[in-house]
Every structure is written in C-alpha cells, then in structure tokens.
C-alpha cells in the first residue's frame, strides 16, 4: 500500500481477553472494515504493536486503532512516542476494546455492542486527553521511560499485574487481578518511598501501593480513582500506607 492509501491502522492483538480475539478475528476483521481503508494488523509478540504504531505513523496514516486490552493500548500508546517526542499530534487514536481488564474503557464508558463503537470512530468527534510519563530504572538497572494514559502503579500493583499476565486470566478480570493481589501480598514487603509534589513539597513514608491515575479504574474494575479526569491537566494519586498481612 501507498503511504496515501492507509487512513487507518488497525492493530489487532489476538492473546488478548484470554485469547478470545484471536478466536473471533475473522468476526472482527468484518467489524473494522466499515472504517475508512484499513489496514489490518495482527500481532504475533509482545510489544511488537509500538513498533507497527510507530511505523504507520511516520508512513502517513490519520487513525490507529487498537483492538485489545489495556496492555495493547499501552503498546501502541508508547508507539505515538519516539526520543520521548510525539511524532505526529494529529494522529486519532481509538479504541476497540477486547480484553480481560479493560479499565481504561470504564473511564470512557464506551458501547458494549462494537458496531456501535466502529459508529462512534466513524463520528471523528475526538477528545484531547492527558498522558502520564514515567522515568525509571528496570530490572537490570537500565533508565526506561514509558507513557501511560490509565494509570501507573509503584509498588504491589506492579506486581500484580506481572503475576496476571503470566496467568490465563479465565476467570476474566475482576477475579484474575484479586486472585493475583492475594498470591502477591503473601510475599511481598512494603517499601520506603519519597514523593516530591510539584518540585517542592515531599512526603517520606512506607506504603504497599501507590496509583497515579489517568483514568478511574485499575485492576479489572476497581474504582480506585473515582474524581478522576482524563482531560483536566492533573492526576490523581492514590497513596496505600504500610498495610501489614
């Protein structure tokens, strides 16, 4: 295809909702065609969907779409970035979600029925919305920095999710992410953290968890952040103390 060709990318991740999209592709490949020319991609690894944003952005196409869950959106969310700069601002990023937790999607509250999500994309009614950085040393001591537009967890959280993604997730979200908060806790030691508000006040003190929320919702459905906003400039920060087991 032409760079003029492709208006959309659609980035299908077919592992999501415990492999229930990759059953029900050929059903979802129908769905997405009614929007303008897409071009369909599936993908076959993890965090492969940032590199296929990344390069449907610099070869001129106007929408991204994911199909998938909260992982897929944060890959190709990250995909809009390169050298921690946005490539192109005018890009429409939607989403159709299928996928275990899908928390993000609470806060949007999106159809339930996905032809009427395929209406609402074909609308182009759009929403400039926030988006979070986060600045960090990985495992192996290495800087990373990632984007997020739901929340990020420091702390249990983090580790919760590892513990889900390695699991299934048949018994769906709610119930994965509280079985995996339940094996996590019985492990897991509190930290001691320093947090600085806006350059100048700071807080010293040992917690369990800590969100930084975009959206309302985290873990399968659980309305940690409920005042939340994803287009008022600000955060809400959820801080959990030194809970003991």
Known sequence: MSKTQVKTTVIINPKSSNGATGKNIDYIKNIVKKLDNPEIIITTSKNQATDITQKAILNGTEK?????????????????????KIINPNVIFGILPCGTGSDFIRTLHLPKNNNKVIEKILENKTKLIDIGKANYS?????????????????????????RVNQTSKIFGGFASFLVGTILSIMDYKNKKVRITFDHEQKIEFTTINIVVGNGQFCGGGMKFLPDSSIDDGLFDILLIGDLSK
């Open 64 to 84: 991204i779409i994911a199909v998938g869950g909260d992982g897929t959106i944060n890959e190709i969310i990250n995909g809009f970035f390169m050298e921690e």
């Open 138 to 162: 990985d495992l192996n001591h290495q800087a990373k920095t990632r984007f997020f537009i739901n929340a990020s967890n420091i702390g249990i959280g983090g580790e919760v999710v590892d």
